[in-house]
């Protein structure tokens, strides 16, 4: 038994963005937000959006930080507050969208970033219009936030189906300029996200189909995205395997690659996808003996099994510069039983086909 639910209406396609304000037109929206990420203030695109929209957008917010924190979240409150927003654009990455959904909550019921990661209340939120730049985080199709708050050394993840955002416009020409050590980590991500999806508890046939497609697309074309950043089919390979992915774990939510990554990114400033790929290669191995679908997926993705999909990713994480080793990341292999106790603290963690116990946590780190 599973369902199956997703609200965002997907605009997919290059220069879709030129349609953002016939598509809005009905909604009405008179005062909007813009969130948008340095980038895509420094490279038009956010004035292209004012000119789309005609004096509907009433004030920009930028300097949102790689993991977003609760400035950031209250500095886009502020904004809405002042402005009566009704509706927010978001342009950029993952950390834009996820600030500009957490924001979008809070108006709604009038309390700070603060207030909302503390209690995970969600209680509908203003219209949020996502416009990734990226092709990896898939913020723009999932109910997910995952916001920071530093002084505290908190990272807290609010889930809601209120968070969808109500529309994404997934336009491949907003990749074009991303870099390649940006398109290698967003990259893995498609990979970690569709693959922790297949090893999680949550997992429908649905998701299955949708997350194979996705793998097909990221294996074929993230390597050709990242050593030929102008090669459009690459580009919009690669938007569309990062859509697809994000809307298969918006309904499974991700597994043990991801519940091993938070603590890798919160204490040692390992970058989230570059975090979830360190062990990805090991999770997939322990699901396999779990689930033959693991084999079956890898068998249709041209990989005679699990271990030689294993290998392959591997192999891909080398050719795109990301780190292999504790040595690599600079870690001190001391710190191993702590990252592992943290990954089992991890909500996700519990979401793994596999169960691994501490033990077998740290066999599977010391093998890095
Ligand atoms: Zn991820």
Known sequence: MFSFH??????FGAGVITTIEEVLQDAGYESIILVASNSQVKNGVSDLLKSLLSGKIKDTVSNIEPNPTVDNVDSIIEACHSFKADAIIAVGGGS???AAKAAAAAVVRDV???TIIDDKRVNGALDVIALPTTSGSASEGTPFSVIS????GLKVSLNSPDLYPKHAFVDPELTYTCPPSVTAISGIDVICHALDSIGSKNHNPISDAIHLKALKLAFGNLETAFNEPDNVTARKNM????TMA???FSQTMTSGSHATSYYLTSEFDIPHAE??????DQWILYNAEIDNRMDNISAELGFKNTREMSDAINDLKETLGLRMTFEDLAIEREYIPEIARQAMAAGNFRNNLAELTEDEMIEMLERK
């Open 112 to 114: 700070d970033a603060r």
């Open 149 to 152: 708050d530093k002084e505290r």
């Open 96 to 98: 834009t969208m996820d």
């Open 275 to 280: 975090a979830c790929a360190f062990t990805l």
């Open 246 to 248: 994000g809307i298969g």
């Open 6 to 11: 997703n609200t965002t209406d997907i605009h």
């Open 239 to 242: 938007a569309l395997a990062s």
